[in-house]
């Protein structure tokens, strides 16, 4: 049987400030009305029966990630979580690990959850050549024709020049990390160079055998797994390392299947430059814009503040309500580096948005002063918060749309619209909305001391996952 | 007896986003810890009496010029309101007219309120000089050697070079519109030429003679203005021209005193660049700013957002909560014509910052969304907002800090912080702080229409100039 292990575990850090470490690229939508995950999901599931989808991605996206797979008749149980990234290899080795327990001879097609794809006839062809060289025994890598002579990606020497245009199936001489301007040129012009797109096709016994000849101590973590439970202790000692650099830059098996489909792995603010419409001066430009003599500025808003550019050329200005980055077209590779500092520097903005997402819903801080904090908390149909209460701050709670079930002590009431309710502080109390419909409350606390830490948490429908409350 | 006339009608739209239509640059802190408005009273305090200080700005103005004024001991009659801004020569005629009507003798310093000024005792030095002058019969302006070939000054070339440097006096040859940079150079490099710094010194008696002769259109208007409620009729009619212009370009009577003091008009964003600490690349970063290789960027931010630069040059960013300017720095002269664009658009970004001032405190919309919005309102010690009625919003209101004096229907109350209180829609309300402390209320409007249009005002402290209650 054929099974699609898509891995969504990355952080994709530079798309910050879109992105962050809790809303990371493939949750996020960039191109389309879908996120990158749901359109990975989305082509593979004309080829690939839903139950035989599995998604491997970190514990903490747990709840976000089975929100965007609702509808997809994907089973809970094929979210593999990892308690910590450890890179391509382990993600794989465990998905490989726990297919293969239940079907010995299953086929494996790995997909990156943060790829652009275009060309689904294509996509499918390669996947079938894939998969009949896969079920040969070999380690098939999907290579894609370069385009440009790009400078950001590994590439990949075939053996012999392609002299069949048809030739399905490719020796691989050697691995390239990416390479310099002058090199990429060449291998750009040359037949004998594929761009490495991190999607592969192989059989799950023949990974794990590679497993255990390359990366042996990969090996016995994996073997010393038993149940999903084990995961969490074993993956602490697991050594972080990529399937290319572990695995395929070594295997003898290797074998190379051309694309058939347009690809893009949205690597950075400028990958985007293609799938937005830009104006005579080749700016692309979010609707509350005005750019004033620009030349290929590129402005990407999440916030709702006009944003006037003057006499720019070739920059990124991407704005959020609570991050603004103004980036150098050649320097968008550098975002990267960036976002490291800031969480060095123990920042907030690269791990999470201001308006904050729960697997009940969401919150924004509107504003904090001396002695109160607004927060407006939206909360989805049939879910509630965790019975709580707080030491020292007291909660004011004015209901603007829908109606709220809200527990007080030993007392439950319906607070509807345009209705407020008080919560003074060391009172057990419990915010729901039962109803079909959103439920959006704005709550003003107040108090001497106003730290998210205030709260005793007595019951929770939610512990999956390490995400805090509100 | 001698009189300063302070200009401060103007906009300084070329600090946008950071000013406003309604919070222009003379009202601003921009280089220190006062306004630059204040600055410019407590450099003639110590050379003329309070008294006779006069102060032109705009009606809509008032409440503001007057809070800013507060204990310089000017009287608020001092404050002379134009009903629309009509340029230099009219709001000069304007305060020469009343100045004179009580003072026939009276000499005026005439002072742009937001220019950049070091250097007191040459300032006082220079003003005695023009003072001797101008008491003999002369328009005296004030000219500023120049520093830099810069293109954006209007240039005065004198009649013959200074042989002597103690010379006080100079005549005048003609005035220059701002220059091409070849012509800069050679009028940086002569010692005839000299900025137009816009500061005059001259009878008022011999002002209104010369605009008489050459403007008498303006001479008629100011003429049927006998008390300050006349201006309101006058106004409208009266042709906006600049004194430069309309005079001093054509009077025989001109006179140059060259300046012994340091000055800028803080003309633009990049004038900035002398006031601010700069890094080892020559950026000026506010505090929340992350900057990777970038040269010669300036942030500067009202926004409390993280702003993060990569590799960018010569640039300036500044900041605001609704709205963000990013300009190449050879291009901050064009930020003038972006706010004429967003004026013409009817945007709101133009006029007012988020949070907008009052005369009795100010407030910001922290959210709105379609049945809800969520203001933090602050009033001032002492003041209240007008006995209101709205017929389709009910409002909450959540004390923060403070207490609040709240009149509903005919009960008035208390409502202490960390209390609330509901006025329900079409009820008869006031909100009045008649402590000694700000009071921060948080209010939460709920109601199928939330447009600031749903007031009905039934009695107002404040009715002095044309801005919105909240």
């Known amino acids: 049987m054929i099974y699609a292990v898509i891995l969504a575990g990355g952080v994709g850090s530079r798309f910050w400030p879109f992105s962050r470490e809790l809303e990371p690229k493939q949750l996020m939508k960039i191109v389309g009305e879908k996120s990158l995950l749901q359109s990975t ?30 509808g997809f008749g994907i089973p809970d149980d094929n979210i593999i979580l990892e308690p910590q990234g450890k890179n391509t290899a382990p993600a794989i080795g465990l998905a490989a690990k726990f297919i293969a327990y ?54 990949i020497k075939i053996k012999s020049k392609i002299k069949n245009q048809r030739s399905k199936i490719l020796a691989v001489e050697s691995f390239i990390e990416k390479p310099n301007l002058v090199n990429a040129k060449k291998y750009c012009k040359s037949d004998k160079y594929f761009w490495n797109s991190g999607m592969f096709v192989w059989k799950a016994s023949v990974f794990l055998q590679e497993v255990k000849h390359y990366l042996p101590g990969l090996h016995r973590s994996l073997v010393s797994i038993h149940i999903m439970k084990d995961v969490e202790r074993v993956w602490p000692t697991v050594k972080s390392i990529s399937v290319d650099y572990g695995i395929m ?98 920042r907030k903005e690269h791990l999470v948005h201001l308006t904050e997402r729960r697997p009940w819903g969401k919150f924004t801080v509107l504003q904090s002063g001396p002695r109160f904090k607004i927060k407006l908390i939206e909360i989805d149909q049939g879910k509630r918060l965790s019975l709580q209460r707080h030491k020292q701050r007291a909660e004011h709670w004015v209901v603007v749309s829908g109606t709220a079930t809200v527990t007080i002590g030993n007392k439950t009431m319906l607070v509807r619209s345009n209705e407020s309710i008080y919560i003074p502080n060391a009172t057990l109390h419990r915010l729901a909305n039962l109803t079909a419909a959103p439920l959006q409350i704005v709550e003003v606390q107040t108090g001497e001391y106003l730290g998210e830490d205030d709260i005793e948490r007595f019951s929770d429908d939610f512990n999956k996952g390490s995400r805090l409350d509100v």
Chains 1, 2 share one sequence.
Not at 46 to 68: C, D, L, M
């Open 41 to 70: 999901v989305e082509r593979v599931r004309g080829i690939i029966t839903p139950s035989n989808i599995y998604v491997v991605t970190n514990s903490i996206h747990f709840y976000e990630v089975k929100a965007q797979l609702n």
């Open 102 to 155: 239940g079907d010995p001879e299953a086929v494996l097609v790995v997909l990156p959850a943060d790829h652009y794809i275009k060309g689904l006839p294509g996509f499918r062809r390669t996947l079938k050549n894939a998969i009949h060289a896969a079920n040969s025994g070999l380690l098939v890598t999907i290579g894609i024709k370069p385009t440009s002579p790009a400078t950001g990606y590994g590439y």
């Open 249 to 346: 830059e070594r295997t003898k098996k290797i074998a190379l299947v051309p694309a058939k489909f347009y690809w893009s792995d949205l690597g950075s603010w400028d990958s985007l430059e293609e799938f937005f419409h830009k104006d005579k001066s080749g700016n692309i430009l979010s609707p509350d814009t005005l750019a004033l003599g620009c030349k290929g500025v590129g402005v990407f808003s999440r916030s709702n503040r006009l944003i006037c550019a003057v006499g720019a050329k070739d920059l990124i200005v991407a704005d959020t309500p609570d991050a603004l980055l103004v980036c150098s077209r050649d320097k968008t590779q550098e975002v990267k580096k960036l976002v490291g500092l800031l969480k060095l520097a123990n």
